[in-house]
């Protein structure tokens, strides 16, 4: 029996709704199993993020050393990485090991607002992280910060993509959720020559803490199980999706989603 091994190297949510536990319920519900190097501990609800605790660089470092000397990686994520000097170690440990499903999510503010990845952080995200992607998967902020652009329109989206692509990554994901489009949320995958939308219908709701690192971790998953990545995005667009409409209601501000309902929709349970 092969098992299919996905590693995250994230934050640590206390509230339970994103960051690596996000990321380990996303793993175990699409049959990969998860691994964690874990790069901050957050005192973090659905109200926000009350403290940040990042780890040292050589705790992150040992953390995957451990796991690329005995159990290997089939593919891998980073999420809230928070400084340059993470963001360094864990490029030169990739490198090391030479794993090269790596999806970067570039996690930067929380839901609540709360900033989590320093200023100086995104230069060496840009120069040392983006050229080892195979996916990245930003949302527009994000995807604005790293290519210095506002986007405003579909074909802003579409030139964001490119430009990204031009910083070495693979494949790129702009992420639709903080459009204006009342209607539907389109996410736009750019592989340098072609660009794929892949379409959803909006959902109104607050709870939606989480869905960035949800999504990022099932495109993770598949391609651990040996997808491609337009079938492991469209996998993980049809999770996300279940993961939001099945609400859990949890919490007084912006509640988690829903990780086991794409599961649950299959079984029709």
Not at 207 to 229: M, Q
């Amino acid at each position: 029996m092969q098992i299919n091994k996905a590693l995250t190297i994230a934050g640590s949510d206390s509230g339970g709704g994103a960051g690596i536990q996000a990321d380990l319920k996303t793993f175990q519900e699409l049959g990969a199993f998860g691994m964690t190097a874990l790069t901050a501990v957050t005192a973090q609800n659905t109200l926000g993020v009350q403290d940040v605790f990042p780890l040292t660089t050589e705790m992150v470092q040992k953390q995957m050393t451990s796991i690329g000397d005995d159990i290997g990686v089939d593919a891998l994520k980073t999420g809230m990485l928070f400084n340059a000097e993470i963001i360094k170690v864990v490029a030169e440990t990739i490198r090391k090991y030479k794993w090269e499903k790596l999806v970067v999510d570039p996690v930067m503010i929380a839901k609540g607002g709360a900033s989590l990845l320093q200023q100086q952080a995104v230069a060496a995200l840009k120069s040392e992280l983006l050229p080892l992607a195979m996916v990245i998967t930003p949302n527009i902020p994000e995807a604005e910060v790293l290519t210095g652009m506002e986007i405003k329109s579909n074909e802003d989206k579409q030139d964001a993509a490119k430009r990204l692509y031009q910083m070495g990554v693979k494949f790129v994901i702009i992420k639709g959720g903080h459009d204006d489009n009342s209607l539907e949320s389109c996410d736009y995958l750019y592989d340098g020559k072609q660009m794929t939308i892949f379409r959803s219908p909006r959902i109104k709701t607050k709870n939606t803490h989480g869905t960035g690192c949800t999504f990022s971790a099932a495109i993770t998953a598949e391609l651990a199980k040996g997808a491609n990545v337009q079938e492991a995005v469209s996998t993980a667009k049809n999770f996300i999706q279940s993961a939001i409409e099945n609400q859990l209601d949890i919490g007084n501000g912006h509640g988690p989603t829903n990780h086991w309902a794409y599961k649950s929709k299959a079984l029709n349970v």
